[in-house]
């Protein structure tokens, strides 16, 4: 089974797809591929054991403001009991206030334990207009991005930049948004900014189109 897989900084999750092997990304640089690989299953950055390295074959950057990249991994990632399968959402779809999604990431814990672990919280959707309002009209909070959280002590901190924000969909697991930089860590009435990968979708739909052609021709 072949599996698009989506790298979120430093964070892995899989989603099956026809056939390629593909990872989202949030990246500051292009850098060197051959000087990296893609872990999947990681759960402890100090105890590798149960996680795998797949090298890159390609990297694809986003469109213009989009914070995100597509790297196309040699082979499939192997599916496992910690490398799971999250779907692409539709494109142009939303999801309605104050539904609770999960936002996964390594960030900082500010001292109450578990560095080093991949952690998650549970977040509230907030809608633009009220994102916007709360972060004092300083933040434009356009179609391309989305909001959730807003409740101290539970939120985006240092290092959970690139993390994913997963919904459930019925009996689907959904990736609704990427983190990214924002006003402080985990503040109260303040919510944290997510890259909207609804509206992108169809941009990663040619990126997949693009290479199953390739191989097609090939």
């Known amino acids: 089974m072949d599996t698009l897989l989506l790298l979120l900084g430093e ?4 989603c099956r797809m026809a056939s390629e092997c593909v990872c989202v990304s949030v990246p500051l640089s292009v850098p060197d591929l051959r000087e990296f690989s893609v872990h999947v299953g990681l759960l402890h950055l100090s105890d ?9 074959a390609h990297l694809v950057c986003g469109p213009e403001g989009s914070s995100l990249a597509l790297l196309r991994l040699a082979r499939p990632a192997p599916l496992s009991e910690h490398v799971r399968t999250v779907q692409l959402p539709v ?3 939303e999801v309605a206030e104050g539904s609770y999604c999960l936002m996964y990431g390594w960030g900082e814990t500010k001292g109450t ?25 300083g933040v434009a909070i356009r179609e ?7 409740e101290k002590d539970r939120g985006v901190c240092e290092k959970d930049y690139g993390g994913p924000l997963v919904c459930q969909e019925r009996e689907s697991k959904v990736i609704v948004g990427v983190s990214i930089h924002g006003r402080g860590c985990a503040l109260a009435r303040r919510p944290a900014i997510f890259v909207n990968v609804a509206f992108y979708t169809e941009w990663i739909h040619k990126v997949f189109k693009h ?8």
């Open 11 to 14: 964070h892995v999750f899989s």
């Open 144 to 150: 391309s991005r989305v909001c959730a959280g807003g």
């Open 91 to 93: 494109a142009g779809c």
């Open 48 to 56: 590798p054991a149960n996680s795998q390295g797949l090298r890159i």
């Open 113 to 137: 334990g578990h560095e080093g672990s991949l952690k998650m919280v549970r977040l509230p959707v907030v809608s633009s207009e009220r994102c916007s309002r709360v972060h004092s009209g």
């Open 211 to 218: 290479y199953s052609d390739m191989e097609t021709n090939y």
